[in-house]
Nanobody
Framework: QVQFVESGGGLVQPGGSLRLSCAASGTRSSVSAMGWYRQAPGKQRELVASITSSGVADYLDSVRGRFTISRDNAKNTLYLQMISLKPEDTAVYYC????????????WGQGTQVTVSS
């Protein structure tokens, strides 16, 4: 059974940093492209960063240079290092397969809340 468990969110001031983690189980995540997504109140879920099984990363323009996605295939864990956080980064962050949105993949974990506020 597929399970994604996201953690590491919290309340941080503008300019602060957070590191999100996603533990994957029951999945083919170690051989699949994976992604971090976010959904802010009243907005659609969007892909923030993705990474192939070999480690090639891509980013949403608004986070490029501030966010870094990485993975540990041996541990089936995905990470998102976020620096220079802005209020507009406030959202619930989820991990999933890299094509989860475009394929309409039905399963999503609970996510982790990131709030950037002074």
């Amino acid at each position: 059974q597929v399970q994604f468990v996201e953690s590491g969110g919290g309340l941080v001031q503008p300019g602060g940093s957070l590191r999100l983690s996603c533990a994957a189980s029951g999945t083919r995540s170690s051989v699949s492209a994976m992604g971090w997504y976010r959904q802010a109140p009243g907005k659609q879920r969007e892909l923030v960063a993705s990474i192939t099984s070999s480690g090639v990363a891509d980013y949403l323009d608004s986070v490029r240079g501030r966010f870094t996605i990485s993975r540990d295939n041996a541990k089936n864990t995905l990470y998102l290092q976020m620096i220079s956080l802005k209020p507009e980064d406030t959202a619930v962050y989820y991990c999933n397969y890299g094509n989860a949105l475009v394929s309409g993949y039905a399963y999503w974990g609970q996510g982790t809340q990131v709030t950037v506020s002074s």
